[in-house]
Each structure stands twice: as structure tokens, then as C-alpha cells.
């Protein structure tokens, strides 16, 4: 195989056998049904099996980097929400988290909690988002309907909350912005209730069904070992049985006064990533319950200085985003009133990596299904 | 009277199709009026009271092997549109020669069963109702060794393919 | 004269325009039984509850311009579609929507045609059907709705080999290979042969949905996957015949069935005479009312079920359908030679 520049590989020719078989290059995308998003993938085909894979990136890149470099610490917030559109509310917490330790600001404890219960609720966001279109890449249809369905009341949760329905700019440096409106609290628990009915309606769908199996159980194989070395991170890692995950490892928000578990799969194929996402679902509805009934009286925004202008230094800091472990490197200078330097560790960008390596050995419907499995948002991955 | 004119007007339509069939320079063309002929003969069938054979004709030629024929043509052809080539070996004289010699073999063949015909067979000794039936006796019992020996043969074919075609074994 | 011409043809006609109305509405079947699913409504704008829908969708299919890709071959691209449509609805010759009854003055059967091998014309005709799905990939001159239709045709053809077992063990049972016969001889025994042959009508649905490129056997013409398959290039008029062929062929894999395993158009349970009453309803009714339910269950099915693979799906086929398939007519024949 030779290749001249990214993104263009030349088949090779096999003489062997009784037949010359030539490789045959597919392009997937950047426009496709089925890439969520605008994601490119070369393979390189023999026959029907996909001998390698080139990802392309790179089409929805804003410059957000480089963009906050012109802005003040507080108007990044914004910025953030558009990385992972998705689950937006967890870039802003990290963001802002990262800030506070630059600056070693405390942030009050009610506002901890509801930095975890809307954390939460956008893990369960995220993971509807990912089962539905996971599922109707492989064919059932109806399930996209069914988690839309929950992702909605998810959605009018938070635009009582904040006034916006997927941007939502819902974290301050020390805080938020203000407070939870009243009666939002037995809202969400009534959001609970509800979802536990729901999710075992997507488990019948889906969990035992024959057809689902035989999609997805041996699909995408990766050991332990082999994924920590890759880079992934979040439930495409868990899933592959490392019991890596921020929330426990180093605890933030209020993630260390509650109480859950990490689910971890066993194999580390595309059936154990699905059975740990869904058991998250569960293990967030616990979180969120906790910190729903437990939660504090309080201010909620700390002591914030009216200027911020951080000391000169830098600090890297993390928090387990649905999609994987989100990480923040600021650099301040300590002289202006915007970062330096600000970069970001997409867990999708990195978990996106892992897609050659799993497609390798694959048909070219388990490349949809892979995609899927890794749940990636092409928000992150170029930002 | 009416059986007569079927009977031409399908006949006129097999001849036609076959000669379509051998003159026709895409490749492709050629066996779908190959189908057509093969249906044409099953029309033939009908006509002649052996609708079993009609339907099996319909099925298994040009509903399965046709099909297959087709297959290996399209993938042969999948370069490009097919050019019009004349093939160099190509022998027309002898051709035509040739087929001069067979239909005076055909005539000296007419000639002599219109000098000695042959006598009608007898009709079959078990009352039976219908071509099915009918084929379905025969092939049990005066022809059954035929028909296992056949059997045998589709099968040497089939694991030949799957010989030739698997990569590794 | 009347007998022989008027009143054949009135039956084509009249059988001919249920088919075809009954096929664009199943669209409209298709997309209401689904919504519902979702917990949606489907089409609910153009008519009451949508049942114009249908007629607005055929309108605008027809009113489309008109695109043929350069360079492909005519004759063979316009007459695709055509191929793949016409076995489709002359296979409704042979099947039986009730039997004889007499209608102003005159006996009349509820059939075109009755013919002594009319379950092998149903099976030919449907395997010249493959054709149309064949020469559309190769006409539309391009690569992979060439690749696409071939893989759809292998589906079909190895699904062939299964759902025409599964019908000799019916013709064992039945003992005759025409329709109204084994309609008749369901009659006479009294049970629907569903219940006879259960193995055999679990593997002829299933055939069935594999031979229509039903979910969850429809990889090759599944839009997440890679081209829009054997149908690319088609849009306009040609693209909807596809399109009708497709649903077209579901209502024939529902009508035979019917016949063959539902009893056709008797009655539940035929001998019992307590139930008489039910004849109250004419048969051609639990005829359709029969094939409807196959019609609903079809789509229940697409809405329910994710997509196998293909090699899964032709795994399935032939490692897992034909075996059994050969088993049932084996037992069949063997309980037949030694009871009946």
C-alpha cells in the first residue's frame, strides 16, 4: 500500500489463489446517513472485508482553539457548548472547573450538586442521542423515535432551566449563571420515574434480541490493554473491562459525596459498549435522584474576583463527559484578561483513533455499527 | 385451426429470438433474448398439453439458470460498455458450409420418415390424469436410474464450484 | 361468448385495479402502522387522517421529471421496472378468492383461472420476477448498483430454494398442485394446514420476507448502508414501479400464503358446525381479512426488528432454512406414506 497524502491510498493487487483479486477503495462520507456527522473514512476494501481504514477530520473545524483566544475567560463559556453539542452542559462544567482550579476559586456546595444533577442529565441525553441513532444504524428504527422521545423531556428540563434547548451556557466560573427555578427539583424526580419504565422498553427491544446479538456481539474486539494504548477513554474503554472513569478516579462537582457504580464489560466488543452504556443510564438516574433529594441550601455562585485575570501558569484538568474522559489545558500569562493558550482533550477525537484498529478484519456494515458503538460527535473531534 | 395458428406464431417467435440470440453483438442483450426464447418454449409446452414441463421450463431455465448466465456476463462486462469487436477467427464461409450440410441432413432425414413411418407408440399402461402425474411415474419408475445419475452429477457440479470459488479451504 | 370472454375479463379488471389500489395504499399502510409504532402519527394532512396520501405520493411520482443517466442501455433500464412488476400482479390468475357463487342469475367463480399446476405458475412466475432487480443494476451503469442488485438477487434466489420446499410438503399434504384444490382439500380435512405444517409456514413467512426484501432482510436496499443499492439511478415513474413491485410482491406473498396455510377463504375452522353462523360473512372477506393480517404483520415486523448482515442473512438461509425445510418435507412424506 502506498499512500501520498492523507487521505488517498492506492489499492495494492493480491496475486494469489487461483484469482487476482484487486482491493477495492470505498469512500464513506463526508456526506452519509450514517457517519453522524461530517466524518470521511477511506477503506480499503478486499472483497467485502475491510482490510484498513483512513479517517478523515476536519470538516466541521470553527477554530474554536484559536477563537478563545481573542475572547475574555467568561465569553469561552460559549464557545464550549459548541464542542460537543450534544451534551453541552458537561463541556461547560469542565471548563469552568478548570478555571476555578487556575484560579482557586470554591465553589459553593449547592452549586457542586447542580452542576452533577444537570452533568447527569446529559449523560442520559447523550446516551438517548447515541441508542437511537446506534440502533437505526443497525436497523431498528423505532428505538431512534422511543429515545428522542425522553431526550425531549431531558430537553425541557434544561430549557426551564436555562432558556435553551442544546447550547445551553449554564455555567459561570464559580457557579451558575442563577438558580433552579422552583419546582424544577420534583420535576426532575418525576423525569426519573418515568425513564426507569423507559429504559426497560429500549432492554426488550434490543438486549435479547437475536438479531441485535449476532450485530453486535464479536463486532470490534479490543483488549484492555490494547484500548488504554490507543487512547480511548469513557464507555468504549470500560467497555473492554479497564474500570478507568473520572468521576471515581478524581473526583469533581459532587461526585465524591455520592454514591454509584461503574459498569465494565467483559470482552470489549461492540455488545459490552452497549450493555455499559445502558447500565449507566441506571447508575445516573442514582446519581441524580441522590443529589435531587440531598440537595443543599446555599449560594450558588462562590467568590468570584469582578476581572478575571488569572496568575500566570497552566493546569490540565478532566471530567468523565458521556462521550469519554473531556480534558482542559489553559495557559494564562497572568498579563491579559484572555487565555493564552486553550486547548482540549476531545474524548471523541481520541476514541476516533481506535477506528481503524476495530474495522480491521470487518464487513463494511460493521463499519457503520463501529461508528456507532464508539459514539463520537464530529463537534469534538474537530472543533 | 386456432391450435395451428398458435402454434406458427409461437414458433415463428422461438426462431426469431434464437436467431436474435446468436446476432446480437452486446453480450448482455443476447441472454435476455435467450429468456425470451426459453419462455416462448415454455408457451410451446402449454400447447402441447405438458403445462408440468411448462412450468418447470419457466423455473428452473429461465428462471435459474439464465439467471446465472446473466450474473457471469454483467460481472465480465463490468469495465465499460461493451464495444462492438469483430472476432478475428471468425469464419464465415465455413459457417455457412456448415449449415448448408445440415439442413440437407435434415431433408434426407424428412425424406426417409416420409418414406417409413414410425409407428405411434402405445399409450401409457397406468390411467393417469394430468402431465404431473404423468412425468411424476415415469420418472420414478421407468427412469429413475437416469434421474439418480443426474442428481449425482448437479452435486460433483456444486462442490466443484465451491472448490474453485473458496480462497482458502 | 359471455362465458368465455366478457366475463374473464371483468374479473382481470376488477381484480387487476383492487391490486393496484390495494398496493399504493399499502404505503400508506405501511407508514400509519409505523408512526404508531413510534408513538407518531404518520400522514395526517393530505385527506382525512391522510388517506389521500397515496394519491398525492402517485401524483407527484409521475409529475417528476424524468432522468435517464447517460450512456446506459435503454431498452434494458425502461424495462426493468416493467419486469420487476408484472409478475407481481399476474400471479393473481391462479389465486383464489372464494369459490363459486352465483351472481345475477349466473355461477360465477371468485377466481380468473383455475389451473391443474397453478402453485408451480405462482413459484415460476415469481422467480422470473428476480430479473427485474438484475438488469437494473446492470443498466444503471455504474458500480455499486451493480454490486447491489447482484447481492439482492443471490437473497433471492437462495430464499427461492427454501419457500419452494417448504411448498412441496404442502403439495404432499394437499395432493394437488392447483390452488382451488388446496383450498378444497383444507376444506376437507377440516384445519387450516397452518397447523398441519406449522415448520412449513414458519419457514415460508420468513422466505417470504427474505424473497420481498422485507426487514430485517433488506441490507441491500437500506439506506445506512452504502448507495441507495439496485434503484440509484431510478427516479420519476420508473422508481415508483420499484417501488409498487416491492409491496406489490408482499400482498402476493400474503395471498399465497393465505391460501396455502390460512385456509383461503374458508371460515375458521370449517367443520365445526357450531360456528356456522360466521358464514354470515362472504368469503372472499376472510379471504382479504386473512391477508390483511398478513399485511399488518409484515410491517409490524419492519418496525420492530434491526437488519441482519448479509452474510448472516444468507447464513441463515441457507445453513439454517433449507436444512429444515428438507427435514419437513422428508417427515411429511414419510407420514404420508405410512397414515394416509
Known amino acids: 500500500m502506498t499512500e501520498t497524502r492523507a487521505g488517498a491510498v492506492t489499492p495494492a493487487v493480491h496475486h494469489g489463489a487461483m484469482f487476482d483479486t484487486n482491493e477495492l477503495v470505498l469512500n464513506m462520507g463526508p456526506q452519509h446517513p450514517s457517519t453522524h456527522g461530517v466524518l470521511r473514512v477511506v477503506l480499503r476494501l478486499d472483497g467485502e472485508k475491510v482490510v484498513d481504514a483512513d479517517v478523515v477530520i476536519g470538516y466541521l473545524h470553527r477554530g474554536i482553539e484559536k477563537l478563545s483566544e481573542n475572547r475574555n475567560w467568561t465569553q469561552i463559556i460559549l464557545l464550549t457548548d459548541r464542542m460537543d453539542y450534544v451534551a453541552a452542559a458537561t463541556n461547560n462544567v469542565g471548563y469552568c472547573e478548570t478555571v476555578e482550579k487556575l484560579l482557586s476559586i470554591e465553589v459553593p456546595r449547592r452549586a457542586r450538586y447542580v452542576r452533577t444533577i444537570l452533568c447527569e442529565l446529559q449523560r442520559i441525553a447523550s446516551h438517548c442521542l447515541w441508542l437511537g441513532t446506534h440502533a437505526m444504524d443497525i436497523g431498528a428504527m423505532t428505538v431512534f423515535l422511543y429515545a428522542f422521545r425522553e431526550r425531549e423531556l431531558i430537553l425541557d428540563l434544561f430549557e426551564e432551566f436555562c432558556g435553551a434547548r442544546l447550547t445551553y451556557n449554564s455555567m459561570r466560573i464559580g457557579g451558575l449563571p442563577l438558580d433552579i427555578p422552583s419546582g424544577w427539583d420534583r420535576k426532575v424526580l418525576e423525569f426519573c420515574r418515568i425513564m426507569d419504565s423507559k429504559i426497560l422498553e429500549y432492554e426488550e427491544l434490543l438486549t435479547h434480541n437475536r438479531i441485535w446479538l449476532e450485530r453486535t456481539k464479536g463486532i470490534g474486539v479490543i483488549d484492555g490493554p490494547e484500548a488504554v494504548a490507543i487512547g480511548l477513554s469513557g464507555p468504549a474503554l470500560r467497555g473492554s473491562g479497564v474500570p478507568r472513569d473520572v468521576r471515581k478516579d478524581e473526583p469533581y462537582a459532587a461526585y465524591d459525596e455520592l454514591e454509584f457504580d461503574v459498569p465494565i464489560g467483559a470482552v470489549g466488543d461492540t455488545y459490552d459498549r452497549y450493555l455499559v452504556r445502558m447500565e449507566e443510564f441506571r447508575q445516573s438516574l442514582r446519581l441524580i435522584r441522590q443529589a435531587t433529594e440531598g440537595l443543599p441550601e446555599g449560594p450558588i455562585v462562590g467568590k468570584v474576583p469582578r476581572l478575571i485575570k488569572p496568575p500566570a501558569g497552566e493546569t490540565y484538568h478532566a471530567i468523565e463527559s458521556p462521550k469519554g474522559e473531556l480534558g482542559y489545558f489553559i495557559v494564562s500569562d497572568g498579563k491579559s484578561t484572555n487565555p493564552y493558550r486553550f486547548r482540549v482533550r476531545p474524548p471523541s477525537f481520541c476514541n476516533l483513533q481506535g477506528l481503524p484498529r476495530l474495522v480491521r478484519g470487518h464487513l463494511v456494515a460493521d463499519v457503520v455499527a463501529l461508528i456507532g458503538s464508539l459514539d463520537i460527535v464530529l463537534g469534538e473531534v474537530d472543533r | 385451426m386456432g391450435e395451428a395458428i398458435a402454434f406458427y406464431t409461437i414458433a415463428a417467435f422461438v426462431l426469431g429470438f434464437a436467431v436474435m440470440v446468436v446476432s446480437t453483438k452486446d453480450t448482455v442483450h443476447s441472454v435476455l433474448f435467450l429468456v425470451l426464447d426459453f419462455l416462448a418454449v415454455a408457451a410451446l409446452y402449454v400447447l402441447l398439453g405438458a403445462e408440468f414441463l411448462a412450468a418447470i421450463q419457466v423455473l428452473v431455465y429461465a428462471g435459474g439458470i439464465v439467471v446465472l448466465y446473466l450474473f457471469v456476463v454483467m460481472l465480465v462486462n463490468l469495465k465499460g460498455f461493451p464495444e462492438e469487436n469483430r472476432d478475428p477467427h471468425r469464419r464465415t464461409k465455413l459457417g455457412l458450409g456448415l449449415a448448408a450440410a445440415v439442413v440437407v441432413e435434415l431433408g434426407a432425414i424428412l425424406a426417409y420418415d416420409y418414406a417409413r413411418p414410425v409407428p405411434q407408440l402405445a399409450d401409457a399402461a397406468i390411467p393417469v390424469v394430468g402431465n404431473t402425474e404423468e412425468v411424476g411415474w415415469l420418472l420414478y419408475t421407468s427412469y429413475l436410474i437416469p434421474f439418480e445419475i443426474a442428481s449425482m452429477l448437479l452435486l460433483v457440479a456444486m462442490i466443484g464450484a465451491i472448490v474453485l470459488a473458496k480462497r482458502e479451504l | ?340
Open chain 3, 1 to 340: 361468448m359471455i362465458d368465455l370472454f366478457i366475463i374473464p375479463l371483468l374479473k382481470i379488471a376488477i381484480v387487476l385495479n383492487a391490486t393496484l389500489v390495494g398496493v399504493t395504499y399499502m404505503v400508506l399502510l405501511e407508514r400509519k402502522v409505523i408512526a404508531w409504532a413510534q408513538s407518531r402519527l404518520g400522514p395526517m394532512r393530505v385527506g382525512p387522517h391522510g388517506i389521500l396520501q397515496p394519491v398525492a405520493d402517485a401524483l407527484k411520482l409521475m409529475i417528476k421529471e424524468d432522468i435517464t443517466p447517460v450512456r446506459v442501455d435503454r431498452w434494458v433500464f425502461t424495462a426493468a421496472p416493467i419486469i420487476s412488476m408484472v409478475p407481481a400482479l399476474i400471479v393473481y390468475a391462479v389465486i383464489p378468492f372464494g369459490p363459486e357463487v352465483t351472481l345475477f342469475g349466473r355461477q360465477v367463480t371468485l377466481y380468473i383461472t383455475d389451473i391443474n399446476v397453478g402453485l408451480l405458475y405462482v413459484v415460476s412466475v415469481a422467480s422470473v420476477g428476480v430479473y427485474g432487480i438484475i438488469l437494473a443494476g446492470y443498466a444503471s451503469n455504474s458500480k455499486y448498483p451493480l454490486l447491489a442488485s447482484l447481492r439482492a438477487s443471490a437473497q433471492l434466489i437462495s430464499y427461492e430454494v427454501a419457500v419452494t420446499l417448504t411448498l412441496v410438503s404442502v403439495i404432499l399434504v394437499a395432493g394437488t398442485l392447483s390452488m382451488v384444490g388446496i383450498v378444497r382439500a383444507q376444506e376437507e380435512a377440516g384445519v387450516w394446514f397452518a397447523f398441519i405444517q406449522p415448520l412449513a409456514f414458519g419457514i415460508f413467512f420468513i422466505g417470504g420476507l427474505a424473497e420481498t426484501n422485507r426487514a430485517p432482510f433488506d441490507l441491500p436496499e437500506a439506506e445506512q448502508e452504502l448507495t441507495g443499492g439496485f434503484h440509484t439511478e431510478y427516479s420519476g415513474m420508473r422508481f415508483a414501479l420499484f417501488f409498487l413491485a416491492e409491496y406489490a410482491n408482499v400482498i402476493v406473498v400474503s395471498s399465497v400464503a393465505t391460501t396455502l396455510f390460512l385456509g383461503g377463504w374458508l371460515r375458521p375452522f370449517p367443520s365445526v358446525d357450531a360456528l356456522a353462523f360466521l358464514d354470515i360473512v362472504p368469503s372472499w372477506t376472510w379471504f382479504l381479512l386473512k391477508s390483511f393480517v398478513f399485511l399488518y404483520v409484515f410491517v409490524w415486523i419492519r418496525a420492530t426488528l434491526p437488519r441482519y448482515r448479509y452474510d448472516q442473512l444468507m447464513r441463515l438461509g441457507w445453513k439454517v432454512l433449507i436444512p429444515l425445510a428438507i427435514v419437513n418435507l422428508v417427515v411429511t412424506g414419510f407420514i404420508r406414506l405410512m397414515v394416509l
